[in-house]
């Protein structure tokens, strides 16, 4: 309902309705509507992290289909797709909240840094095996990355696409990495 219809279409009818429960069920457990969005936060949170962690055990085994930013860009542009994309609709309402919300910002944070995370090990798989690049360098390419695809995906939730292919979306974050280096002067 949040990915659908903004922050504003969710209340508790709304959600007693949608769900085909008794009117009330959703106010009885949930007494206020902050808390109504930060359960829905925290499930929401619980997916990505389920989802983050699936993608870090294929990334280990024999595929290498979610290896690198390869694999970093199929996973991006898997949200342009149903659910992922009602799910990022729904996360950037809830990430617009957080702003005022320390609560909700505590609740998200577990997410961003798992996706924080996944974009330091893209980086890292970027060097050659065997190589020590300086861990600034590695950070300020993950924050970069970071950057790049939240922009890619806030283009995918407006509706209006910038990248419509993995293999193009690779060779950008690839770019970005790159130039991260090239700046800094490796």
Same mark, same amino acid.
């Given at each position: 309902?949040? +990915? ?11 959600? *007693? ?7 009330? !069920?959703?106010?009885?457990?949930? &007494? =206020? ?17 389920? *989802? ?11 595929? !290498?289909?979610?290896?690198? !930013?390869?694999?970093?860009?199929? $996973?991006v542009m898997y949200v342009n797709s149903e659910p992922w994309l009602t799910r990022a609709k729904a996360r950037y309402e ?5 702003? &005022? *919300?320390?609560?909700? =910002? ?7 840094? #798992? ?9 890292t798989q970027w060097y050659p095996t065997g190589s020590t690049p300086d861990p600034a360098l590695i950070e300020d390419q993950a ?5 790049? $695809? ?23 974050? #690839? +770019? ?7 700046? #800094?002067? #490796?």
């Amino acid at each position: 309902m949040l +990915g659908e219809n903004g922050v504003h279409g969710v209340s508790h009818p709304k959600v *007693d309705e949608h769900a085909g429960v008794p009117a009330g !069920t959703a106010s009885f457990y949930f &007494r =206020t509507r902050k808390a109504l969005l930060h359960a829905v936060a925290a499930r929401l949170a619980e997916l990505d992290v389920a *989802d983050f962690s699936l993608v870090a055990e294929l990334a280990k085994g024999q595929s !290498t289909q979610f290896a690198g !930013t390869a694999g970093l860009a199929r $996973i991006v542009m898997y949200v342009n797709s149903e659910p992922w994309l009602t799910r990022a609709k729904a996360r950037y309402e809830l990430v617009l909240l957080a702003g &005022r *919300d320390p609560e909700l =910002t505590a609740i998200l944070s577990e997410s961003a840094e #798992r996706l924080h995370a996944l974009a330091r090990q893209v980086v890292t798989q970027w060097y050659p095996t065997g190589s020590t690049p300086d861990p600034a360098l590695i950070e300020d390419q993950a924050v970069a990355t970071l950057a790049f $695809i939240n922009g890619v995906m806030l283009t995918f939730v407006a509706g209006q696409p910038t990248v419509d292919d993995a293999e193009r979306l690779d060779r950008l974050i #690839r +770019g970005v990495i790159a130039g991260v280096a090239e700046v #800094r002067g #490796r």
